[in-house]
């Protein structure tokens, strides 16, 4: 089970921490992902980090956000800074699917940021 959680309602410039509860055995050995989905639109990947930690990031949204893990807690995190409107959207963590299967979705948190 992914379960993520963090998002909120911030305004323009503003931070959120996003972390994901991870259930399973395997965490520590897949590359997990943030993936955001618009409206009407497709969920995409943003962030991933490798199972050895290693960060990898759209471009769009890189030099706003940071992506890490805690193998030890089953959990990973998005910090998300200098937020726009445009980063509005439901965030979801799952593996990083061009690794690895992607597994069941879990709810995804809300992100909102105001103008």
């Known amino acids: 089970q992914l379960q993520a959680s963090g998002g909120g309602l911030v305004q323009t410039g503003g931070s959120l921490r996003l972390s994901c509860a991870f259930s399973g055995s395997i965490f520590s050995v897949v590359d997990m992902g943030w993936h955001r989905q618009f409206p009407g639109k497709q969920r995409e990947l943003v962030a991933a980090i490798s199972k050895s930690g290693i960060p990898d990031y759209a471009g769009s949204v890189k030099g706003r956000i940071t992506i890490s893990r805690d193998n030890a807690k089953n959990t990973v995190y998005l910090q998300l800074s200098s937020l726009k409107p445009e980063d509005s959207g439901v965030y979801y963590c799952?593996?990083?699917?061009?690794?690895?299967?992607?597994?069941?979705w879990g709810p995804g948190t809300q992100v909102t940021v105001s103008s």
């Open positions: 799952n593996v990083d699917h061009r690794t690895f299967q992607l597994l069941t």
